[in-house]
């Protein structure tokens, strides 16, 4: 292992220039994955937003008991979707209307009665917001008697499924994109380094040196490259968050799970761009 670390080290001292412009090279491309991530990374943390206002609005009918009102919300909030079930009287339903409705403020000032009901509202938690899991909580509460209509905004619900799809899709491809490019580039810069060492890999099997033994350096320096222009584009990315929040928006940047995933990325497909140039060029040398 230290025999294959120094070679690997020692074709970085041989082309300095070469190995310096792939890594750069290499930074760029996952820097762009990188961009992309901390769009992505923003979208799905303004979609979780939209999401924690998904709410379901069981509406009750007239007269019905305090006590059952309770009981039933013990059970709501025994459900294993269900985060938390709120009871909103009549009258704080009425108050609510009057403070949020300022439009309608004199109209529900003169009501001789109080014409809105009782509810319970529903929040679910994270992972049950979806159209299925919101579904099946609806159709839950109605099977109470006392309950006479559930609302949840079927049409929004289901698409904001459908968005957070879409994004996730966009996001698989495009990430597989900049991956395929970063891997032809890779293999490109190591397929250089082969061939520029060709004389010496011909002498190298003259003694009797092994393909494994002879790429083992090669895919070192690949998986080296990786790493650190990963590391690079973490770095180009901090920088480009630290523009938009201060010029554009408040945007979020990645965790340390996250950054050390496109390090890891980066460290993975400089290994697999150098196994695949050096398989296919080492048979040509």
Avoid: C
């Avoid at 412009?21 to 990374?41: D, K, P, Q, R, Y």
């Avoid at 609302?151 to 996001?171: M, N, P, S, T």
């Avoid at 890779?186 to 003259?206: D, F, P």
């Amino acid at each position: 292992m230290r025999l294959v670390l120094r070679e690997a080290l020692l074709i970085f001292r041989r082309a300095p220039l070469l190995s310096a412009l792939s890594v750069t090279t290499i930074a760029f491309s996952l820097f762009a994955v990188g961009l992309f991530g901390l769009v992505a990374v923003n979208l799905q943390h303004a979609l979780r937003q939209v999401a924690e206002r998904v709410e379901i609005v069981a509406y009750l009918l007239p007269g019905t008991p305090i006590e059952s009102i309770t009981l039933a919300q013990k059970d709501i909030e025994a459900f294993p979707e269900v985060g938390s079930a709120t009871y909103v009287s009549e009258d704080r339903a009425l108050a609510r209307a009057r403070a949020e409705l300022v439009e309608f403020r004199d109209v529900l000032q003169e009501l001789e009665r109080n014409p809105l009901p009782g509810s319970i509202e529903v929040k679910l938690k994270a992972g049950f917001r979806d159209a299925e899991h919101v579904n099946e909580v609806a159709d839950r509460l109605r099977g109470f008697g006392f309950v006479d209509d559930v609302r949840f905004g079927r049409d929004w619900v289901e698409k904001l499924d459908r968005l957070q799809q879409i994004a996730a899709a966009v996001g698989l491809v495009v990430g597989a994109a900049f991956a395929v490019v970063a891997v032809i580039i890779i293999g490109t810069t190591i397929r250089m380094a082969v061939l520029q060492r060709s004389r010496e890999i011909a002498i190298m099997r003259l003694v009797g040196a092994t393909d494994g033994f002879i790429r083992r350096p090669f895919l070192l320096q690949g998986a080296i490259k990786g790493m650190l222009g990963g590391g690079v584009a973490i770095g180009l990315s901090y920088g480009a968050y630290v523009l938009i929040n201060r010029w554009l928006i408040q945007a979020a940047f990645f965790t340390r799970e996250q950054a050390a995933a496109v390090v890891v990325f980066g460290t993975l497909i400089g290994l697999v761009g150098s196994a695949t140039s050096v398989g296919r060029h080492l048979r040509r040398v």
